[in-house]
């Protein structure tokens, strides 16, 4: 079992920088792909960015490839979203997700485990 716990949300103004953070409980989370998924009001949940456990290979959405970089720190148990040069379309609830394995990283029903999201507000 993995308990996934988001923060670093927040308001920001167009053109600014967050880190998100997803926190995970266990002691097994570096045998863990990550993902990061986004869901803006009145819109489907979509990928974001993932980071395989086995290869270390990073995947990124179109729409945010050379402006977000997903990291991992394993002895920390924890996940990271830099977010720069942000835009208001990015404005959304972020949620950090969590496969036992590297199966298809930029789909949702490929992750078991699921943080309750953090919400990310970007002003024109």
């Known amino acids: 079992q993995v308990q996934l716990v988001e923060s670093g949300g927040g308001l920001v103004q167009a053109g600014g920088s967050l880190r998100l953070s997803c926190a995970a409980s266990?002691?097994?989370?570096?045998?863990?792909?990550m993902g990061w998924f986004r869901q803006a009001p009145g819109k489907e949940r979509e990928f974001v960015a993932a980071?395989?456990?086995?290869?270390?290979?990073?995947y990124y959405a179109d729409s945010v490839k050379g402006r977000f970089t997903i990291t991992r720190d394993n002895p920390k148990n924890t996940v990271y979203l830099q977010m720069n040069s942000l835009k208001p379309e990015d404005t959304a609830v972020y949620s950090c997700?969590?496969?036992?394995?590297?199966?298809?990283?930029?789909?949702?029903?490929?992750?078991?485990?699921w943080g309750r999201g953090t919400q990310v507000t970007v002003s024109s």
């Open positions: 980071i395989s456990w086995i290869s270390g290979n990073t």
């Open positions: 266990g002691r097994t989370f570096s045998s863990y792909s």
């Open positions: 997700a969590a496969q036992y394995g590297a199966v298809r990283l930029t789909l949702m029903e490929e992750y078991i485990y």
